[in-house]
């Protein structure tokens, strides 16, 4: 395995020693709200981290890790193989998680990989209509008088608290649901409460139906990720149907609810979509903001629970590739928030994407770290983004840790559309992939592929991430716009050390040619996942990635990659290729004697840090195996061998003073399943 440089291509010893002799000393962490040997957050703690400070598996120890238990997640009916998502959480001696369409609520025994006990919402057309149903990523917990509870957000959008020790819902808490065989107690309809000051459904002239839910005229929402709680208030994020999927105007905003804890009683909720009077509502050109929706907080949360904050990432609004019927920025359209959790009020913001028009959504948890920048101790926010772009800020003001730059960007051609001018691009750090396709990153394998790559350039207008679409029919003089950029994603969230400040960001290169299309022509009418009602001009058309010559990629290696980050610097430490080098670029024929290295191609890994450790997969397209990785240089120190490959997270505890490792695995064998790996 060879350690790469960013610079040069050659094993990092220089600067291993210098990491190992030189490391910041960050500064003092508060409590992540996770203690010891526990994983009580969807990403470990409530900071974001997937950090654990359990060393038990260690490098000497770490190839000696076996089976304990597979816990089967097939037996909780249907379920998509390849999407399941949710990452385990183990509080006081159990683990909870979902499984299946239905998000059913399971308790396994983490020493055996028993189920303790299930819960199961019933049916509901709101269910049926769900397009997240398959994507749920965990649940929540927190004490009431020493009881604990576990809060969890069904694809119906309804909010569950049941004892973490029974698996019966709370008595005493929420509201009585109207609907054949739910609890009595124990639960929230989250939907009054998020309509009930929207002007579409004040003007609505039917009687609320909770089977069924929001009209399909108004719009749909649902949930994937589980709320978070915060200081004994449960944070409620939301998701809605997928923007290029969409081709009508009209949709919900996914505004924030907060509940109480304690009683299930509302406490405030969070306008996405700034309304006369509130801060941004001037962003929102030809009163789109009355009818668009969307801008969802699909992600997970994070928390600093001793300033009160909770930190929203969020989509964009309405519609993908197309925004000339919502001109403006369109706050908080793609955005991380920062929000007052006894309130509900904004504390601060930043847009990562104007009228964002190319599903650039947050996909991965704003991580909360403790950072010593230029000798000064700094309380941060990290928000990671698909473009491999970072953000980095003073979570307590907002203010960047480096300048972040208003850069100009193409504008649309597309008749009708609107495009911002410009977007925002940070100082520091640098992306993780390139944006663009300069000459320097293009293959050059041989003489000849660099020719045939750059002739099939000449075709395109190609640029970064923010070339905006043309459409079918352009008479642009080419063939497509083509964006070329590649960072995180939700299949694979980024880990931190809090100990280091080190970053773990796991990334695939990719470039971009897809056109809009005419809406009327594209119009989805007998789809039932079709919200709204005006017919946008323009929605998704034809077109995909840009390839190369004789199949190969248009770029350089590596193709995908995980790279470490200094975030106490903004400097990337090294990089390390994910996967070995696929077989068809590895036998192609115009490549028989080229020496190619290590192109990695395996695909985004997942990731998290515990102890010395590093752990990761070898990426979605690689071999069955995790690795232990040495965090501080990158070198690869074990393998252990899974039944099949690993998705989205994977997680550790101490339970009984023997410390687990679970991988979320799947497929076709074992879908939606869990595998736990312990010492003999």
Same mark, same amino acid.
């Given at each position: 395995?060879?350690?790469?440089?960013?610079?040069?291509? +050659?094993?990092?010893?220089?600067?291993?020693?210098?990491?190992?002799?030189?490391?910041?000393?960050?500064?003092?962490?508060?409590?992540?709200?996770?203690?010891?040997?526990?994983?009580? =957050?969807?990403?470990?703690?409530?900071?974001?981290?997937?950090?654990?400070?359990?060393?038990?598996?260690?490098?000497?120890?770490?190839?000696?890790?076996?089976?304990?238990?597979?816990?089967?997640?097939?037996?909780?009916?249907?379920?998509?193989?390849?999407?399941?998502?949710?990452?385990?959480?183990?509080?006081?001696?159990?683990?909870?998680?979902?499984?299946?369409?239905?998000?059913?609520?399971?308790?396994?025994?983490?020493?055996?990989?028993?189920?303790?006990?299930?819960?199961?919402?019933?049916?509901?057309?709101?269910?049926?209509?769900?397009?997240?149903?398959?994507?749920?990523?965990?649940?929540?917990?927190?004490?009431? $008088?020493?009881?604990?509870?576990?809060?969890?957000?069904?694809?119906?959008?309804?909010?569950?608290?049941? &004892?973490?020790?029974?698996?019966?819902?709370?008595?005493?808490?929420?509201?009585?649901?109207?609907?054949?065989?739910?609890?009595?107690?124990?639960?929230?309809?989250? @939907?009054?409460?998020?309509?009930?000051?929207?002007?579409?459904?004040?003007?609505?002239?039917?009687?609320?139906?909770?089977?069924?839910?929001?009209?399909?005229?108004?719009?749909?929402?649902?949930?994937?990720? !589980? #709320?978070?709680?915060?200081?004994?208030?449960?944070?409620?994020?939301?998701?809605?149907?997928?923007?290029?999927?969409?081709?009508?105007?009209?949709?919900?905003?996914?505004?924030?609810? %907060?509940?109480?804890?304690?009683?299930?009683?509302?406490?405030?909720?969070? +306008?996405?979509?700034?309304?006369?009077?509130?801060?941004?509502?001037?962003?929102?050109?030809?009163?789109?903001?009355?009818?668009?929706?969307?801008?969802?907080?699909?992600?997970?949360?994070?928390?600093?629970?001793?300033?009160?904050?909770?930190?929203?990432?969020?989509? #964009?609004?309405?519609?993908? =590739?197309?925004?000339?019927?919502?001109?403006?920025?369109?706050?908080?359209?793609?955005?991380?928030?920062?929000? $007052?959790?006894?309130?509900?009020?904004?504390?601060?913001?930043?847009?990562?994407?104007?009228?964002?028009?190319?599903?650039?959504?947050?996909?991965?948890?704003?991580?909360?770290?403790?950072?010593?920048?230029?000798?000064?101790?700094?309380?941060?926010?990290?928000?990671?983004?698909?473009?491999?772009?970072?953000?980095?800020?003073?979570?307590?003001?907002?203010? !960047?840790?480096?300048?972040?730059?208003?850069?100009?960007?193409?504008?649309?051609?597309?008749?009708?559309?609107?495009?911002?001018?410009?977007?925002?691009? #940070?100082?520091? #750090?640098?992306?993780?992939?390139?944006?663009?396709?300069?000459? $320097?990153?293009?293959?050059?394998?041989?003489?000849?592929?660099?020719?045939?790559?750059?002739?099939?350039?000449?075709?395109?207008?190609?640029?970064?991430?923010?070339?905006?679409?043309?459409?079918?029919? +352009? &008479?642009?003089?080419?063939?497509?716009?083509?964006?070329?950029?590649?960072?995180?994603?939700?299949?694979?969230?980024?880990?931190?050390?809090?100990?280091?400040?080190?970053?773990?960001?796991?990334?695939?290169?990719?470039?971009?040619?897809?056109?809009?299309?005419?809406?009327?022509?594209?119009?989805?009418?007998?789809?039932?996942?079709?919200?709204?009602?005006?017919?946008?001009?323009?929605?998704?058309?034809?077109?995909?990635?840009?390839?190369?010559?004789?199949?190969?990629?248009?770029?350089?290696?590596?193709?995908?990659?995980?790279?470490?980050?200094?975030?106490?610097? %903004?400097?990337?430490?090294?990089?390390?290729?994910?996967?070995?080098?696929?077989?068809?670029?590895?036998?192609?024929?115009?490549?028989?004697?080229?020496?190619?290295?290590?192109?990695?191609?395996?695909?985004?890994?997942?990731?998290?840090?515990?102890?010395?450790?590093?752990?990761?997969?070898?990426?979605?397209?690689?071999?069955?195996?995790?690795?232990?990785?040495?965090?501080?240089?990158?070198?690869?120190?074990?393998?252990?061998? @899974?039944?099949?490959?690993?998705?989205?997270?994977?997680?550790?505890?101490?339970?009984?003073?023997?410390?687990?490792?679970?991988?979320?695995?799947?497929?076709?064998?074992?879908?939606?399943?869990?595998?736990?790996?312990?010492?003999?």
């Amino acid at each position: 395995m060879r350690v790469y440089s960013i610079r040069r291509r +050659h094993c990092c010893v220089a600067l291993a020693l210098v990491v190992l002799v030189a490391w910041p000393t960050p500064a003092v962490t508060q409590e992540r709200n996770n203690p010891y040997g526990e994983w009580r =957050y969807q990403s470990a703690d409530a900071w974001g981290t997937r950090y654990s400070p359990v060393d038990q598996v260690n490098a000497e120890n770490f190839e000696d890790l076996e089976i304990a238990w597979l816990w089967r997640g097939d037996n909780f009916g249907p379920t998509l193989a390849t999407t399941s998502r949710s990452t385990p959480t183990y509080v006081n001696g159990i683990l909870y998680s979902v499984a299946g369409e239905r998000r059913t609520v399971v308790a396994i025994d983490p020493a055996t990989g028993e189920t303790l006990w299930t819960y199961r919402e019933p049916n509901t057309t709101r269910w049926e209509r769900s397009m997240r149903a398959s994507y749920g990523k965990g649940v929540a917990y927190d004490e009431i $008088d020493g009881r604990g509870v576990v809060y969890v957000v069904t694809p119906a959008f309804f909010l569950h608290a049941i &004892d973490a020790k029974t698996g019966l819902h709370v008595e005493n808490w929420g509201e009585a649901v109207t609907l054949p065989g739910f609890p009595e107690t124990g639960v929230v309809d989250l @939907l009054p409460h998020l309509l009930a000051d929207w002007g579409p459904w004040l003007n609505w002239d039917q009687p609320y139906d909770p089977d069924f839910g929001i009209p399909v005229e108004l719009g749909y929402i649902t949930s994937s990720s !589980p #709320p978070i709680v915060v200081n004994g208030v449960v944070i409620v994020g939301n998701s809605a149907e997928q923007g290029y999927n969409q081709s009508r105007a009209e949709n919900v905003p996914g505004d924030l609810l %907060g509940y109480d804890a304690t009683t299930g009683d509302f406490m405030w909720k969070f +306008h996405i979509i700034p309304r006369p009077g509130e801060f941004g509502h001037e962003t929102w050109l030809n009163d789109a903001w009355q009818y668009t929706g969307d801008i969802s907080s699909w992600a997970p949360l994070s928390a600093d629970t001793e300033r009160g904050i909770v930190y929203v990432p969020t989509n #964009p609004p309405t519609i993908d =590739y197309f925004g000339g019927f919502r001109p403006g920025d369109n706050l908080y359209g793609t955005s991380t928030i920062a929000l $007052d959790v006894q309130t509900g009020e904004r504390k601060w913001h930043f847009q990562t994407v104007h009228n964002d028009q190319w599903n650039y959504d947050l996909p991965n948890v704003p991580i909360i770290a403790d950072l010593t920048v230029d000798g000064q101790e700094i309380p941060a926010v990290i928000q990671n983004s698909k473009q491999g772009i970072i953000y980095a800020f003073n979570r307590e003001t907002g203010e !960047p840790i480096w300048p972040i730059e208003e850069r100009e960007v193409p504008e649309s051609v597309v008749p009708g559309n609107w495009t911002s001018p410009t977007q925002p691009f #940070p100082t520091k #750090p640098a992306p993780v992939e390139s944006l663009g396709l300069p000459d $320097d990153m293009v293959i050059d394998f041989t003489p000849e592929l660099k020719a045939e790559a750059l002739e099939i350039m000449s075709r395109y207008n190609i640029g970064g991430p923010y070339m905006p679409k043309l459409h079918v029919g +352009h &008479d642009a003089g080419v063939v497509a716009n083509v964006s070329c950029s590649g960072g995180v994603n939700i299949t694979h969230p980024v880990s931190m050390d809090p100990t280091t400040g080190i970053m773990y960001v796991s990334s695939s290169m990719g470039c971009s040619a897809g056109m809009v299309a005419p809406g009327i022509d594209n119009d989805a009418a007998d789809d039932p996942f079709t919200t709204g009602t005006t017919i946008v001009d323009w929605v998704r058309g034809p077109g995909g990635g840009l390839n190369g010559p004789q199949g190969l990629p248009i770029f350089k290696p590596p193709y995908s990659r995980l790279t470490a980050v200094d975030m106490n610097t %903004g400097e990337h430490l090294w990089w390390i290729p994910t996967g070995d080098t696929p077989d068809r670029i590895k036998n192609h024929a115009a490549l028989q004697g080229v020496d190619i290295g290590e192109t990695g191609g395996a695909g985004p890994a997942i990731s998290m840090v515990m102890g010395d450790l590093l752990v990761m997969s070898d990426g979605r397209r690689g071999d069955s195996v995790i690795h232990a990785v040495n965090k501080q240089t990158g070198e690869r120190l074990g393998t252990v061998e @899974l039944p099949v490959n690993g998705q989205y997270g994977m997680m550790t505890y101490l339970h009984n003073d023997k410390q687990f490792v679970v991988v979320q695995i799947g497929g076709s064998q074992y879908p939606s399943s869990l595998v736990a790996l312990t010492l003999p």
